[in-house]
């Protein structure tokens, strides 16, 4: 085999570079023809754990490093705090805004990422504790191993060992051949198992002792399975409280809360609906094939104060209905029958109820209502355009935009609503 000599380099040597080099020595040992296939498989092993272990090091250091250089929490705002998260090149398959609660989720979820520690990831179905695991993944040292995704609440009660740990052929009725669990399946990657509140008593104990002991068992073997599985769980139910009822197991769970993570529901995020509802729309053009739906202003008002018990994935459906229902723009009408405004009430004329405040919140909303309404009108007076409007009203283009993002309004709408005297 030919030795090519490396010319001398710095002695600070990258990550990126280390890898390069452990692959090219993978590749040249695949054709090294004056070695025998058991020398070439047991170093070609040695390699692979290397660069596995040289992964796992670049995510760490990739993380202490932009730690180190950047500032306190306490000294960045919201918008820097968003942006510091982007520039570590954090993975999220989505958009999220600056909302502060938000970020604290991914924030911790980030530094949870390249350890092994067990995450519980709760909150309110629908404000995605699945996508949430998706990025603890992804942002780890096993982003490139297997991710396993179970619904402990959809598997019968009889059937959680099986499903979860595997069986051997003959171990029970219908059980023609060996089959791997999920954990197993799940070796040197990521398990998320959602729902963990829904699986039964007896189910926690043999996962409280995997957890304990990594390795597993099938059903119908004694033989133990070593299993290097990262767990990441989800909930919508106080566990703690369950387990003070004695419906959960209270070791089990302290087990899996190292790490816990509570995803505040939509509702008290408001500030991240319009970009919530911008993303949405385009994402139900492209899977609808079709222009983006349009949105009248009452609409978009409506759907910046609806409370969305359903959380996100009640957004997500809502605009996915509208694209589907709606020609150009989409008005009240779209909208499911549990998701429109009462007929009559406040909440019809300004999508909330002023009853219920104290006079000077009232006032305030007054005061947001009538600006909203005044860029509105101006905004449908010169066809959309934010340049003129800010020309002729006197404000300044950035100071018109901030207060145009305030009130989720989007010019775009305006843009084929007003008609040419």
């Known amino acids: 085999m030919k030795i090519v000599d490396v010319p001398a380099q710095d002695a600070t040597v990258s990550f990126g570079g280390v890898l390069e080099k452990i692959e090219i020595l993978r590749n ?19 390699s692979n754990e290397l660069r596995d272990e040289v992964m796992q090091l670049s995510h760490k250091e990739r993380f202490i490093s932009a730690s180190a250089k950047a500032k306190t929490r306490a000294q960045l705002s919201s918008a820097e705090r968003r942006q510091a998260l982007l520039d570590r090149q954090f993975v999220y398959d989505g958009v999220f805004g600056d909302n502060p609660a938000l970020l604290e989720c991914l924030e911790t979820a980030e530094k949870a990422a390249p350890t092994d520690l067990p995450v519980l990831v709760d909150g309110e179905s629908g404000t995605g504790k699945e996508l949430l695991a998706k990025v603890i993944h992804a942002n780890g040292a096993r982003a490139d191993r297997p991710y396993v995704s179970v619904n402990c609440g959809a598997i019968p009660e009889n059937l959680i ?28 990657g990521t398990i998320f198992l959602d729902e963990i509140g ?8 043999k996962l409280l002792r995997v957890l ?43 087990r ?47 759907l910046l104060n609806y409370d969305y018990p359903g959380n996100i994935r009640e957004l997500r459906n809502i605009v996915l209905r509208m694209g589907c229902l709606a020609d150009d723009l989409a008005d009240i009408e779209h909208l499911p029958p549990t998701a429109r405004p009462a007929t009559g009430s406040t909440a019809e004329v300004q999508g909330i109820d002023i009853t219920s405040m104290s006079l000077s919140d009232a006032k305030k909303v007054a005061s947001d209502e009538a600006e909203r309404h005044y860029l509105e009108e101006g905004l449908r007076a010169v066809n959309g355009k934010v340049s003129e409007l800010a020309r002729e009203t006197g404000m300044n283009r950035s100071h018109l935009q901030t207060l145009l993002k305030k009130h989720g309004i989007s010019y775009k709408d305006f843009r084929e609503s007003a008609k040419p005297g």
């Open 212 to 254: 304990q002991a990594h390795e597993i068992q099938r059903v119908g073997s004694d033989e133990p399975i070593p299993v290097d599985t990262r767990v990441v769980a989800a909930t919508n139910r106080n566990l703690l409280q369950m387990a003070q009822e004695g419906t959960f197991r209270e070791d089990l769970y302290y």
């Open 256 to 302: 899996l809360s190292v790490i816990q993570v509570t995803l505040p529901p939509l509702r008290e995020r408001r500030d991240e609906i319009p970009v919530l509802l911008d993303y949405f729309i385009d994402q139900a053009a492209e899977l609808l094939a079709r222009p983006p739906v349009r949105l009248s202003a009452r609409l978009r008002r409506h």
């Open 28 to 46: 040249s040992l695949r054709w090294a023809s004056n070695l025998e296939r058991p020398q070439i498989e047991k170093l070609l092993k040695q």
């Open 198 to 205: 829904e699986l039964p008593l007896p189910g926690q104990v």
């Open 161 to 188: 060992e099986s499903e979860l740990f595997g069986h051997k052929k003959g171990a029970f009725t219908g059980a023609t051949s060996d089959r791997k669990g999920k954990f197993e399946s799940a070796h040197n």
